[in-house]
């Protein structure tokens, strides 16, 4: 049985609930008949296009919180 070295906690199956965060963008961005639409219009971007790039900041944010979580 191995030990953790001194001054480091054990790693605990309670962050892990974290990872799945990492689904979210996944599945936001397969199921593309839900956005496969030219309006609501952003400053002139369709839809389509406009919630692919906020899924690419929104990705960007969760990978920083389950980082963040499990370091």
Known sequence: MATEP?????EHRAHH???LLLLVPFVAVLWVPFYN???PMLFGIPFFYWYQLLWIILGALLIAIVYRVEH
């Open 6 to 10: 001194a001054g480091r906690e054990p």
């Open 17 to 19: 609930w974290a990872r």
């Open 37 to 39: 639409s030219l309006e």
